[in-house]
């Protein structure tokens, strides 16, 4: 192995002074001729021999061989420009820094003027720097880029081209039809440019053997193996012979800037001048080698030791004198066999090293894991075998941080419970020995009821330190055979094992161990002075034999876990199928729901308001949804989920445009609605676009927003009574009017409806269809009449279906009427027919 000394060259050496020029005007295909007919990897364009631009074959990359006109574009279009220099004084160790830097593979060489002396490649300086020690300690491997880009031989060289730099790669492996592997390079591309052939395909250019080396070799190796066949490429296989990756030239550069360089780098600043003239001074090197980190051992060609560093000894606990002529056995741990030593031997043998993982004792007694690189040392005369020599670091850190992110990956960090990974391998592992067994299992979905209150009043410390307890609580509370798992923030999993084989018994037992883990749960938490109390819902999955997979237990848990919360919470509940059947059925509805809106299943229909004598005064905007395959799906089946899933949005900023449409349409045929009633819901009221949207719609259409009434529930008022009458004060600026909907089945209070900017109130149907029959209804809804007199606020009675209900109504005052009564809700043209064009205005 040849000596090294980093800063021994300078460029000017290895500068390539005869220079591939070309003018800016020629074509990109003459000039891929001229790189391919040079072997260059760069053509210079010059003008008045000023050197204004470089292109290079990353930059060919960017051609386009689809185009049959654009070998004709001139070169000048695809170089890249300004090109950076180097001076021809500087070091090889500075130009390849310098490489790294600026993500280059060409510098101009200028002298102390300025003058332009020649050309350098990143490649001149990797064949001419001596790290050869330095390599053997990097492997093949360790530079490789993840996912190494794949090309079938059959595609085109614009594939090729567009692959190579959409994936920054200077080289793609290559697959043939006979299965063999290929390389298709940026070289390989330049030929294809310089050819005249249209639309050219890879097999044309790529080589199709692909020379490889493992991946535990050295980057020495790769280097010697690239240098001695003239390649710039090598692809790298695993064990079993797989390629999965191409390293170059530039990965060996790479490689030679790794920690151990740094390191040693550091070392040895101080000491370069002397190293210059003493290179062989066993002295001075062994001062060298002692100031590294890591352990350094020779030994003779009979593997007896001859010196060790002060690294040695402080991971070893052994010094020199200790050790001298004895082999390395003295530090042998008994953990490996005599296979693995040959092997060993056998790689050194045959490839002058050996690097890996291996366990060794310190003389106190403690076995440690140790990376260790053994290289054989050659004479230089006779090239016999004359020492060995061993490098090694101490890896028990590394191996201990290796186990902490192992636990990381496997366990939740707050509770040390098993996190959602693990829970999922012991589940699978669980569910394969039910199937085998035939005894029963239960998976336990444990949420914390009203959780999010604890974290908002008295911080998420506060919260973190229930959750711990909790943990701790649950793991008390099952068997050795039981898992525990936290799988989200105040989700807790229990998977219970070895249950009765029969469903029945097995279905108490799981009961049984809930209802203590929930008693369990809900005793009182001492959390910064404050006594706290936290009820659970939990939902129960059965499984035995065929129970599916871990996904669907999780799923049906879940589902069984939702349903008790809806159930009043702290409750338990078994998972049922007609559960998972409601579930999937709203999945259904949502995602037919968002394909409804795109494909125009949706329309308006629109039920009269009529006043004393029977007179169209107004209407109320209703949608009606026409599935193409199961028909029309009713309003109070969709409507709520939309608005769970975020869809009540556009679904109702929908609703207002048609209404806005079909207003505008009726108007301009003479024919005026004076009133249209448009509910609005509470997620769709709170939004932050309502205004605009409603000042768009007015502006767009041209239609007075008095006609427009806006109609909501009570319930919207719950969330914050405050803001909503801030919300319809700003709407009733823009001149909107507003409708209480369904008004005394909600939180009706005189307290708040005197204060609310509204206009009308909608007495709901559910009192009006009993009128006639029940006399505390007849007495409330004559009650809602009065106040809505007494408060100046206009009244609609809605769900009129008799002549019997309709004169009780008259009698007690209310102005105006809708129901099936005067008619069904009607598709917009039908309403125009039957009713716009019949009315009087």
Known sequence: MRTFDFNAISIKDITQTSLLTCLPSETMHS????????????????VDDEIIG??????????????????????????SSPVLSVNENASLEEVSLKFKKDGVRHYVVTDD?????????????????????????????SVLKPNPPVIRSTQSMAQASRLMQSSHSDAVSVEFPDESIGIL???????ALASLSLNPVVADYASEHLVTVNEHESLYYAKKIMLKNGFRHLGVTDNKDNLIGIINLSDILAGFRSTYVEELKESLAHRDALLKDSLKSLGLAKKIIDNTQEGVITTDKYVAIQSCNAGFTRITGYTEEEVIGKTPAIISSGRHDKKFYDAMWGKINKYGFWQGEI???????????ELLTITEIRDDDTNEISNYAAIFSDISQLKSDEEEIKRLAYYDPLTELPNRRLLNDRLAHELAITG??????????IDLDHFKNINETLGHSAGDRVLMDVAYRLKLGVRDCDTVARISSDEFVVVLTELSEQMEPACNEARHIAQELQQTVGQVYSVMNHKLYISSSIGIAMFSENSGTTDDLLKQAGTAMYRAKESGRNMLQFFQHSMQEAVMERMLIEKELRQALDENQLSLYYQP?????????????LIRWKHPQKGFIPPDKFIPIAEECGLIQAVGTWVLEQSFIHLRQWDKQQKHLPHLAINISPRQFYHDDLIDILARLVQQYRISPSRIMLEFTEGLLMNDVDAAIEKIKQLKKLGYTFSID???TGYSSLSYLKHLPVDQLKIDKSFVEDITKNEDDAVFVGTIIAIAQHMNLGVVAEGVESEMELEFLKENGCPCFQGYYFSKPLPDDQFFEQWLKKAEH
């Not at 085998?436 to 299992?441: F, L, P, T, V």
């Not at 308001?609 to 109320?620: P, T």
């Open 742 to 744: 369904d008004f005394g």
């Open 185 to 191: 390079t940026e070289r390989d591309v330049v030929k």
């Open 359 to 369: 366990w060794n004792r310190r003389k106190n007694g403690e076995i440690y894991p």
């Open 609 to 621: 308001q009529v006043d004393y004598h029977g007179n169209l005064v107004g209407a109320e905007a």
């Open 436 to 445: 085998r067994s035939g005894k029963s299992g239960a998976l336990l979905f």
């Open 54 to 79: 470089i292109w290079t074959e990353r930059d060919v990359l960017k051609f386009d061989f689809s185009s049959p006109y654009a070998r004709s574009t001139p070169v000048s279009e695809g170089m």
């Open 31 to 46: 000039a891929a001729v001229k790189m391919v007919e040079r072997n260059c990897s760069a053509i210079l364009i010059v």
């Open 113 to 141: 003027y300025g003058r332009q002396k020649g050309i350098i490649s990143q490649t001149d300086v990797i064949k001419k720097h001596n790290f050869e020690f330095f390599l053997v300690l990097k492997t093949a491997g």
